[in-house]
T-cell receptor, first 115, second 113 residues
Framework: AQTVTQSQPEMSVQEAETVTLSCTYD???????LFWYKQPPSRQMILVIR??????QNATENRFSVNFQKAAKSFSLKISDSQLGDTAMYFC????????????FGKGTKLTVNP | DTGVSQDPRHKITKRGQNVTFRCDPI?????LYWYRQTLGQGPEFLTY????????KSRLLSDRFSAERPKGSFSTLEIQRTEQGDSAMYLC???????????FGSGTRLTVV
């Protein structure tokens, strides 16, 4: 069975600073994808960044980047120059590369960006 | 196309009543998913459609739950004889081929009283 673990229930960061959210996962698959989703309060879930497991290069999307350590099954999210609008729940998720691509989500990390 | 739409946004129902939710996916996406999210938890997979075919169902989806996607476009999720434990946010998502991630709707929040 696939599992995703987010060990930080809550984190806070000052505006303009950098924060890293942790995620570890477990799977026996070789072909899979990893995602970070953002869920602002009372708003819909938005895809932040995605990573193909077969790619060694870490994905980057503007201020968001990941540190993908395949051997360690670790997939952390780094947010640079944090903004107030980054305040949200962040979910790490894993999907298989074929078939249904149903996602397995972690329990989330609540990030608060303070002014 | 404005994304994935879900209706209603909120539903309060009495225990034992039936409820039905609707999801309109992004038109180019042939894959549609239903997830359930309870407070403080990540979303949990319920079921998945590729076009009109329901290809996978979670063990979470008891006999009281049924989902359809009759013409491969919109989907409905029905819960019969609702129980208080059914109270949750029901999320719909659609996606293109695997690996690109989902586009989620805003969800339907169900409260069973």
């Amino acid at each position: 069975a696939q599992t995703v673990t987010q060990s930080q229930p809550e984190m806070s960061v000052q505006e303009a600073e950098t924060v890293t959210l942790s995620c570890t996962y477990d799977t026996s698959e070789n072909n899979y994808y990893l995602f970070w989703y953002k869920q602002p309060p009372s708003r819909q879930m938005i895809l932040v960044i995605r990573q193909e497991a077969y790619k060694q290069q870490n994905a980057t999307e503007n201020r968001f980047s990941v540190n993908f350590q395949k051997a360690a099954k670790s997939f952390s999210l780094k947010i640079s120059d944090s903004q107030l609008g980054d305040t949200a729940m962040y979910f790490c998720a894993m999907g298989n590369g074929g078939g249904s691509e149903k996602l397995v989500f972690g329990k989330g990390t609540k990030l608060t960006v303070n002014p | 196309d404005t994304g994935v739409s879900q209706d209603p946004r909120h539903k309060i129902t009495k225990r034992g009543q039936n409820v039905t939710f609707r999801c309109d996916p992004i038109s180019e996406h042939n894959r549609l998913y239903w997830y359930r999210q309870t407070l403080g938890q990540g979303p949990e997979f319920l079921t998945y459609f590729q076009n009109e075919a329901q290809l996978e169902k979670s063990r979470l989806l008891s006999d009281r739950f049924s989902a359809e996607r009759p013409k491969g476009s919109f989907s409905t999720l029905e819960i019969q004889r609702t129980e208080q434990g059914d109270s949750a946010m029901y999320l719909c998502a659609s996606s293109p081929p695997p690996g690109y991630g989902y586009t989620f709707g805003s969800g339907t929040r169900l409260t069973v009283v």
